[in-house]
């Protein structure tokens, strides 16, 4: 429920109606959501370190925060 529903990031699937996940469902929750864990961990080491990534990002346009990413992440 924290993120905004958005054609581009993909929730997890989860149990409808205590119907249980097949295999292949299973392991792709599991998957994704190591992988939103790593990333959200990433991204708070970037924003303790860079106060630049803190702050709200709006009003940048794409290439311009792609620019502070890449710069972020190999001054990191």
């Known amino acids: 429920g924290i993120y905004p529903e958005w054609a581009i990031l993909v929730k997890s ?3 409808k109606n205590g119907v ?7 392991h792709f929750t599991k ?33 311009t925060l792609e620019n502070i990413m890449k710069c972020c992440v190999i001054l990191h």
Do not use: S
């Not at 249980?20 to 299973?26: D, F, G, M, S, V």
């Not at 939103?36 to 346009?61: C, H, N, S, T, Y």
């Open 13 to 15: 699937i989860k149990e």
């Open 31 to 63: 998957a994704q959501e190591a992988a939103r864990k790593d990333i959200e961990r990433a991204f708070g080491v970037l924003q303790a370190r860079f106060a630049i990534v803190r702050g709200p990002a709006r009003f940048w346009d794409k290439k």
């Open 20 to 26: 249980p996940l097949t295999r292949k469902q299973a």
